[in-house]
């Protein structure tokens, strides 16, 4: 579909000539709606439970004011990741009430708040570098409704400072560990709880840690069992992850 | 602990000296029991909700046999992975009861039944070659009580063999999804289901899939969410993942 | 042959001392006109069916002019790659009919159209940022007088989106399919036509992506029959190539 | 679907209970016959214009022949690649009409011998190490009704023996490139044929050409343009992508 | 030099022609003794204050009997390291006073037994099986005169374990780590202890492992401070460099 | 603990309303101290003997003073590694007191000065590219109180080089070696010493250096005895290791 | 040319129907004789200086022999490469006058002994366990005519017995070095003559030495100036390109 | 020896106290002379032919400057390689003399112009981009006296116009072939001359080159004889290597 098309089909919206309703009807005839350059998953929350995200990253801004100008349609919550601060500022440009969070880099639109779930999610972290990857994680999760615990910097270097957060962890539904440099931390905490841990690995190291290589591979091959690992740096994978389980969980309650 | 310790202790056990319990609580001061060349850990069912597994490979059998002659004191199940037929061999002339199931290269002795669950795993393979490691994947969370449902052989070459199981993989709770080769299947799914998947590279495929590098960074890499990753070929540790998620729903109907 | 040499040449020919022919004769004795930095091919259109290109990167904005201003007295089309928009800027000054071509970064200047085919070649994308790419893709098919149609955005996260756009992708004689991430989409859509899958790895990802390895390893091992693969984000590798065998297969028409 | 099913079925068969065209009807109900461990796509040749084939490595003989007396109900063509000559032993004691050809490791039963195309692909190598691949290559094309010009042992360092078979070379409408150590022809191919090019990297060699990695990088960034490439050792790939581009422009004449 | 030289020599020892003393002055003019195929570092002693030790991998027996049978002249301790049951069974039937610690793979002869630290080397490993490159650890550390304390199969999975030894682990001079799959073990034991740590990574483990590659890197990326770490297996090594540093402690007391 | 708490205490601690003393109780009940994005190790000294090091990479310039203003309050020296120019302009202006070695990149604030041992570390670099990271752990070595030998720039590609400083690095109780490119100085060094040799690999070179793990894996598979290696760039773990060692001898003497 | 024409010729030959002379002359119309499975370059001596090297590896024992076959034409000497002591055995029950160099794997045939040069080429290893490439360098540049040194065991763990042999390895024209682990030996020599050093890296070691990649890796980032590089284990390709240097300086004398 | 010596002692040759040569023979104790930073090798010239060349990159301006000061008391040619157009500026206002030439990235100050060699060295490169670094070995290979040929773009692709020049490239004692993207051209040359070939990978390319790796590897599986390999753009390396055996021939006429 031409973007021309859309915009014609937004501008009858603006002036009341069809409906906000019609005009989805219209767009979403595959379950997606078409730009040129991407075709927005309409169908998605049918499909997996959850709308789609905006991956933010290698997008243009122009790109991204346009998924969301679409997906404003859908009348669904608006979640995008990897913004910078400089993209962030024109978009909100555009769309004032998208808020930015900037210690996670992520861009959010709640149209409709959805209900606080009674469990929580444990995010925890090695280090203080990793910070910026447990955020992304965290308000992934909040954002799907999630009731979130943040456990930072407990890395193994002083492993007492995790027994201390022990009982914060083992009360959670899921466990994310985000560690980089050598990543032992998903280990250990793994041979502590008896719930899933799913561990992201960050590009937070030098040398030998070959942009989280290292810790990706620890994460992998680790001995204690209930552990399942997600791409380098990505928290949003595992709050997304987190909170199927989470919401699976709440959801039998 | 010497190895002459503990031998006299089941000595005695065997003549009625003293009782199982009596030889379990002398063992077990620390939360495991020492042999040379392991220390059982014997306070994992209470930590992280299962008893220890026996990873096969690496062990001589006789270390795995003595594992055993410790952990049947504890009166737990027993499940060794990865063990090769011939060792099996060995194993079972000793403990006739512990049963070899091949395909998976697990040996088993189920001391107490657990009950079966009422949601379901499903584990999903590629191809034929897939096999052994979905085996490992299904039989592991079997031993754990769960009920398991096996779609083989529906990788996206002809893509419509998966969507004749769709219904199937959707009224899963767990997704395990086993591939080598390039590993697409696990995206496939990923983006079609509203569940967890854990994906399992396997070492199948030849030339640049360089052991299963391939389908790990495939599976890693996945544009569709919700996909957690195992190490390759790690079918157990995909089993016990999936079993902890749904026991966790479980408990909570 | 020195610069100077090639310099009173084409002075001779911009005051008709000499005519074009001439000039070209003498420099082409060959098969190529040297440069201090370059030996043109002048051959190339004979031995493989289609003039030089030029690979813009790594070459200095003086050379590109100069390479141009040599292929210019061979009466072919000129077709520079990966030039950036400050380069672009710069070459258009020296020749305003070097057209820019901001998406795909390709200079293009066509001094004989050619034919346009009757046969189509489809150039399909995982996800919007992997457009660039494509865009190399689809106006160096273009440039060759190839008919194409661009399909992007199908990715299979939403995969009912390539479903819908199937007729489209089946109808053509040669399909380029663009993907970054995890690179899934060649292995689906090869699985699903009867016409040769030309599939090219993407940059586009983080993390254990390794800037496009994950992708090509993907395409390199896929189980669906029919796709080979080109260089990561060798958008003008995959025009050229879908090129060859759809002229190949118009001019048996 | 069980075995055991298959089995009555093709019991009835054989006693002429039901005809052929019963039994595949009752079997093949969503385009695949659905086995224990294998779904066979018995409709990928309306699909993809080709009939699945067996990939042998991985497989069991027993799931071979399993495979192909299922195959055998849908009267295609049945090709095995990646057999051992020990498995081929087995499977011809079978079925006596399956023929193993042992420098290609390939089994073949043609039930309908397809009628051979006027156009020639070409196979080259650079060395005699890579001629198994090659043969790979060249009876899968010839399988399906391809004539083939075997050209081996022509590599660059001794070009001479590569200009005297140029002729040959470029009559064919596609040429396969088979190589292994530096795997230079490629390129060199690249550079002097007007047709596409299909590169096969093969694992000879040593040391730093790390099974195959060498030639495969080496055709990957080959400055030379209309050259794809497929993975190391993957004869039966080229030869099945050099067959599809050789029937659309023989089906165009 | 000739080995024809040196046999004469060895003659002429034997018949009491000449003496040991001057036969070894005659051999060791260089600070070496030199075979066909072998230069015996008879000078290491003073130079390292330890004589050199016989790395038994990638040498035939042949070869490894004629290194030991010049050292024997030069009255130091013998020390083979790697030496299969084979190659030691060889060995043993010409010098039956080299014994063969089948654990390790260690043959030894104590010409002089060294004089036992009061310090002790602690030898610790995640899991069973890491013990064989552990002993080849402490043998080298026993064997150059220090008291080893072995605590093995404390890994983090159950870390439990690792708390009941942690008294030992800390009065030891330098602890060596042994761990494969993740590695982990060595940075929460670098976060415990006040004392070097030297860690040894195995190529226990499968998959993303790459045969200690990961626990390498984990080792290499460690947080906790104090540790270095020697090449995968390299037990010797371990060994060595621990009894450099007891040793060092030792001498100052 | 929030923040607020701890601005609150350390106000009330300015307006001498509780002292230094009873701040830290308060704080320090588990043995660290607990900001949002860092819990401060006050436990470290007594467990390894050293307080802990700030590692300044990936934290802010804002984190790094609010954990130097927790330390303040444990009476320890403060080190800083890896703080660029920029970040260590705006620390000193907040702590004035916190010195800034340019070479080194370190921040040091010596609220008590060590006393400094007899014993010598050597310090020895191949080339001067490697100079920034010997200085890392020249200045952390000294900062713990050790004497330190500086030996720059002695390479094997002029080996006389070394043997001239020969005496210097024997007469140490621990020798670094620092080299990039092909970091052959260590195995050199290591078979000319009796003392502990940690081999520090740089990322000086280019190419085939693969920004230090060319140095990294010849070190690693040294085959002279006695050298362990740190992390590519790891001056700080390389001078605190040997710091260690040293202190351990000294305390003996 | 199919095998048979070439058979044909040869009985000719053998039957004195026509001579070597005419069938060669038959043979060889392009610079070269077709094999099915080879075309024997019999131009290169003319071209390269050196008659054509069977590579054996990788080539069936009957290709080796077919190809022998065709060179005894040609006159010239005939070396073959890597040959297992299996395969030597029947070649030289078909050819007895071929010897096979066990320590090299070279099997060679003089039928004319090239002058020997009075310049020397050094072959230096690092340990014993190279001994084999080594030679494989040394037979080769012996069967070529030049004179060759063996300097054996020469590593930097000891060295000492570098310097002893300095003289020696100082006369050479040229220096080939054979090493293995770290390939530190390379480095070192190169700061210390001033001849060109040709490096061969060995797969000798284990762990991080991934099969020679770390030795390999150490030549090629040298700080010594005047080292070149030929792949693992190539000891013909060192032996073969020092016999061209030492033949250009020879020439000229 | 502190700066500080050096620069009193060169201010007293400055002001007459001292001659030059005397403040040489007090600084050159040792064959080299010591600044903090670095210690220059004053007798590398005797050792290996040539006096020391200074790397620039990872050097200051300052200790690129303080380098060139002492080497002027050698009274030796100076050649600072890799210096940015930056540092040039700088370094040419305290020296006049040093020569920037920008193309090869080198200094140079002849204090003594060598003689020029009657043998010429040919310098080959694939492309264009490959000219920086072809330059580089030019001109190093000028500056230590000997002819150069320059042949550049003559890449495999278009192979006729490396014919045109292949009298030029034969007439060379040695071939330098500089090639980035698949190296191809190497092979090539090696096939067609009979002169010692060094091969030069360069880091031009892009994707899958990754960085040079691929041009690397091509360059070590050379199925050419008579090749070795440098460094990735190690283009002094191979102007170096070059001229030592251009001189050494040269000096045998």
């Known amino acids: 579909m031409a973007n021309e098309h859309l915009t014609n089909l937004l501008n009858q919206v603006a002036s009341h000539e069809i409906t906000t309703e019609q005009a989805f009807k219209q767009l979403n005839q595959a379950g997606f709606i078409d730009l040129d350059y991407a075709k927005v998953d309409t169908d998605r929350q049918r499909r997996t439970g959850y709308s789609e995200v905006i991956y933010g990253e290698g997008k243009t801004t122009a790109q991204i004011i346009g998924i969301i100008q679409v997906m404003l349609t859908t009348n669904t919550n608006i979640l995008v990741t990897r913004v910078s601060p400089k993209k962030a500022q024109k978009i909100s440009r555009v769309y004032p009430k998208m808020v930015y969070l900037k210690k996670s880099r992520i861009m959010l639109w709640q149209q409709n708040?959805?209900?606080?779930?009674?469990?929580?999610?444990?995010?925890?972290?090695?280090?203080?570098?990793?910070?910026?990857?447990?955020?992304?994680?965290?308000?992934?999760?909040e954002a799907f409704g999630n009731r979130v615990s943040r456990i930072y910097d407990v890395g193994v270097a002083g492993i007492h400072r995790l027994f201390a957060e022990l009982d914060a962890i083992r009360s959670a539904t899921v466990v994310v560990v985000v560690a980089g440099m050598e990543g032992a931390l998903a280990s250990v905490i793994g041979g502590l709880v008896d719930k899933p841990v799913i561990a992201v690995p960050t590009s937070v190291g030098y040398g030998a840690s070959f942009n989280g290589l290292s810790a990706l591979l620890t994460m992998l091959n680790s001995c204690a069992s209930g552990i399942t690992v997600v791409n380098i740096d990505n928290g949003f994978g595992a709050g997304y992850s987190a909170s199927q389980i989470n919401h699976l969980v709440e959801s039998e309650q």
Chains 1, 2, 3, 4, 5, 6, 7, 8 share one sequence.
Do not use: H, R
């Open 113 to 141: 708040i959805p209900e606080q779930t009674n469990n929580t999610i444990a995010i925890v972290t090695a280090g203080t570098s990793d910070l910026k990857i447990a955020e992304e994680a965290a308000v992934t999760a």
